[in-house]
């Protein structure tokens, strides 16, 4: 996950909507978002929200103080494109989630299909690390990884699975389970995907 020339070039040979984790409209990640009742000025990051449309409907929604955050700085320069204008309204922010130090800490923390490129424990660690760090009291992590019956692989490169407990058991005693679902996601070639998502509160 830390390859930045990988990501770079995914985002070079195809466009995001060719790629294996697309979405139209990620309706999980919104109907999630918008269950928490957080404020239209609360800070809300995507972490590897890269070219996602997740931004594009956050903005939709009236969501006022959103960050993106991505390994490659051309798939955000797809958003960047996409939005014209109104990107002008997003902070955009290139880096490794393992060990960037962010200005400011985050009500929503929103992880859609990074956290299991973390094969490492010390990879892993330290993101866990930097999301307890910069996530507020009382902020929310919604995150999805490919369930235990998903993908063995993405993109080229080896992945690790989570069922529900097991993500549980990884994440740190103050962090609540709040919510927890699964989703079949079909790829743009057709195939299924089968993600789990959570929902968890910061004591």
Not at 86 to 97: A, C, L, Q, R
Request: aromatic letters at 12%.
């Amino acid at each position: 996950m830390t390859d930045k020339t990988h990501w770079n070039n995914i985002y070079n040979k195809k466009s995001p909507n060719e790629v294996s984790w697309y979405q139209p409209t990620p309706n999980i990640s919104l109907t999630l978002i918008e269950s928490l009742k957080v404020n239209k000025n609360d800070s809300i990051i995507d972490v590897g929200g890269g070219a996602s449309t997740f931004v594009d409907n956050l903005l939709k929604k009236s969501y006022e103080k959103v960050t993106v955050f991505d390994l490659s700085e051309n798939a955000l320069n797809h958003s960047r494109k996409r939005l014209n204008q109104e990107s002008e309204k997003i902070v955009w922010v290139v880096g490794d989630i393992t060990g960037h130090k962010f200005e400011s800490k985050y009500k929503v923390w929103h992880d859609r299909a990074v956290f299991h490129f973390l094969t490492t424990p010390e990879h892993q660690n330290k993101y866990i690390e930097n999301l307890i760090n910069f996530l507020e009291s009382k902020g929310y992590l919604i995150i999805s990884t490919f369930a235990e019956d998903g993908p063995l692989k993405c993109s080229g490169l080896e992945i690790v699975r989570y069922s529900k407990e097991e993500l549980i058991k990884k994440m740190p005693d103050n962090l609540n389970l709040v919510q927890f679902q699964k989703e079949t996601h079909i790829s743009p070639a057709g195939k299924e995907q089968r993600f789990n998502y959570w929902v968890f509160q910061k004591r």
